[in-house]
């Protein structure tokens, strides 16, 4: 089966209560959708993908389990082996290649995206007006979004040869439509404070 965004959404509700969780995959699946549009790729399945990339994380906190006892569960609801596989490469530990254009993709967009909301939640305007230049400053802040791999980051904008500038614009530019889904203020907020 050809699973549909949708499906991808009903299934990590399942699994996944925690708001910073759910957000997370929405700003992860922006990104990546965004990817497979200037790529010309499957969108719908590139959706479905980032959205289920970390389903069990909820459940399976620790990378002794995360992602790879998710799989089976992924398994069982008839999701095609593609996803799964990509699925899975997202995590360093496991060491799968990276060697489809949505494993790259997903890959860099899973810790920037969880980098470019941090920056977004302590701006005024949110991510309105966010140029590469201040993420790559705060990038450079350790203390700043601390849980973020910031060698992730570089690794993955490396990975879809693109200069890291141009991937945070895009990031920017993927989540900015779905700001106030992911708790952010935009600029017509600012202005009405
Ligand atoms: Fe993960
Ligand atoms: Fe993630």
Not at 10 to 27: F, G, K, P, S, V
Not at 93 to 99: A, G, K, N, Q, V
Not at 109 to 119: I, M, P, T, Y
Not at 151 to 175: C, K, Q, R, S
């Amino acid at each position: 089966m050809r699973p549909s965004r949708d499906q991808a959404w009903e299934t990590l509700t399942r699994y996944t209560t925690n708001e910073a969780l759910l957000r997370h995959a929405l700003a992860v699946e922006a990104s990546v959708g965004y990817y497979a549009r200037l790529y010309g790729e499957d969108e719908e399945f590139w959706r479905a993908t980032a959205l289920l990339h970390d389903f069990d994380y909820e459940i399976h906190p620790t990378l002794d389990k995360h992602p790879q006892d998710g799989a089976p569960i992924l398994r069982e609801e008839g999701y095609p082996e593609e996803l799964i596989d990509a699925v899975l490469s997202h995590a360093e530990h496991l060491e799968i290649p990276r060697d489809t254009q949505l494993k790259k993709v997903l890959f860099a967009c899973d810790e920037l995206s969880g980098f470019v909301h941090a920056c977004g939640l302590v701006r005024p305007a949110g991510l309105d007006g966010l140029e590469p230049k201040s993420v790559k400053k705060k990038l450079k802040q350790p203390s700043f979004a601390a849980g973020v791999h910031r060698d992730e980051v570089y690794e993955g904008a490396e990975l879809l040869g693109l200069e890291l500038d141009e991937h945070i614009a895009n990031v920017v530019a993927a989540m900015q439509p779905i700001a106030s889904e992911l708790g952010l203020r935009t600029a017509a907020d600012a202005v009405q404070e």
